[in-house]
Nanobody
Framework: QVQLVESGGGLVQAGGSLSVSCAASGLTFANYAMGWFRQAPGKERMFVAAITQTGRYTYYADSVKGRFTIFRDNAENTLYLEMNNLNPEDTAVYYC?????????????????WGQGIQVTVSS
């Protein structure tokens, strides 16, 4: 059974930093591209960042480029998202997803598996 379990969310003040992680089990982690998406209250789930299977290529939404960093540890089957200079617009539930391809990583429809999500709240 595939499981993706996010951890590390919480409350942070604007301008602060926070990291979230996603521990994967039940799949060959290195065979999957991975992505982070987020869903703010009353809004659709949106792409945040993605990383290819080896970590060679990364992709970011314009709204987080330069502030967020996605990386992975294939030996530990774990995906990470480091978030800096956070602002209240970053408040959302953050989800990690596993994608068996290296294509269309910004589209959530291409992801096979999802975590349960974790809350990140940025206060002003």
């Amino acid at each position: 059974q595939v499981q993706l379990v996010e951890s590390g969310g919480g409350l942070v003040q604007a301008g602060g930093s926070l990291s979230v992680s996603c521990a994967a089990s039940g799949l060959t982690f290195a065979n999957y591209a991975m992505g982070w998406f987020r869903q703010a209250p009353g809004k659709e789930r949106m792409f945040v960042a993605a990383i290819t299977q080896t970590g060679r290529y990364t992709y970011y939404a314009d709204s987080v480029k330069g502030r967020f960093t996605i990386f992975r540890d294939n030996a530990e089957n774990t995906l990470y998202l480091e978030m800096n200079n956070l602002n209240p617009e970053d408040t959302a539930v953050y989800y990690c997803g596993a994608n068996p391809t290296s294509y269309a990583l910004i589209s959530e429809s291409t992801y096979d598996y999802w975590g349960q999500g974790i809350q990140v709240t940025v206060s002003s």
